[in-house]
């Protein structure tokens, strides 16, 4: 079965920092990673999506992930962050269908 | 627009009082899962349909039962609620057989059991 592991339970930083995040996931077959984003009562949001090809992955808002294979790492990284980026990050794994979450990253961006 | 829609969003129970979570998706998705998910944890997998196929995970509680009468509607019954069945349920769908597939979250119903 699969794991998923998210470095940093909460992250606080200002606007206009750089945001990385990591995750680590086991699983030593073919992987699909996902990051899903939570604003603040509302619903899960796909951010974006690693099936195959480049392991530079860009998604929605500005953010991007790396997926390095050797690492077992699926980073997820955003050059400046916005207030608006205040949300919980959570890292997946799928695998048969089903999603594997790590248990999330609390991210609050002050303003 | 295409959707995942859950009702009620917010669901007020008494302890042992049967409730039932109902979601709908105008995706036309073949997959329907519920996840259940508690104050600043992961989202965890209760089961999944496959089509008409039930797929119960291993750790989920026998209160916990599922109907998926069609492709757009899936309920999550819980038959006797616990104080520790309070959490966020979420209903998801995705398309499988075409790839790897993306699942698509619905706001989620609370429940609240008193």
């Known amino acids: 079965a699969q794991s998923v592991s998210q470095h940093n339970h909460h992250v606080i930083l200002s606007e206009a920092a750089s945001l990385e995040l990591g995750c680590n996931y086991s699983?030593?077959?073919?992987?699909?990673l996902f990051w899903y984003v939570q604003y603040p009562g509302q619903h899960l949001q796909l951010l974006l999506k690693?099936?195959?090809?480049?392991?530079l992955v860009k998604g929605i808002k500005g953010f991007e992930a790396e997926f390095i294979k050797s690492k077992f790492s699926f980073n997820l990284r955003k050059p400046s962050v916005q207030w608006s980026d205040t949300a919980e990050y959570f890292c997946?794994?799928?695998?048969?269908?089903?999603?594997?979450f790590g248990a999330g990253t609390t991210v609050t961006v002050r303003a | 627009d295409a959707m995942v829609i859950q009702n009620p969003r917010y669901q007020v129970t008494q302890f042992g009082k049967p409730v039932t979570l109902s979601c709908s998706q105008t995706l036309n998705h073949n997959v329907m899962y519920w996840y259940q998910q508690k104050s600043s944890q992961a989202p965890k997998l209760l089961f999944h349909?496959?089509?008409?196929?039930?797929?119960n995970e291993a750790d989920t509680p026998d209160n916990f039962q599922s109907r998926r009468p069609n492709t757009s509607f899936c309920f999550l019954d819980i038959r006797s609620p616990g104080l520790g069945d309070a959490a966020m349920y979420l209903c998801a769908t995705s398309r499988a057989g075409q790839g790897v597939e993306t699942q698509y979250f619905g706001p989620g119903t609370r429940l609240l059991v008193l």
């Open positions: 690693y099936f195959s090809g480049d392991p």
């Open positions: 349909y496959y089509d008409k196929d039930f797929n």
């Open positions: 997946a794994v799928s695998s048969d269908y089903k999603l594997s």
């Open positions: 699983y030593g077959g073919t992987v699909n």
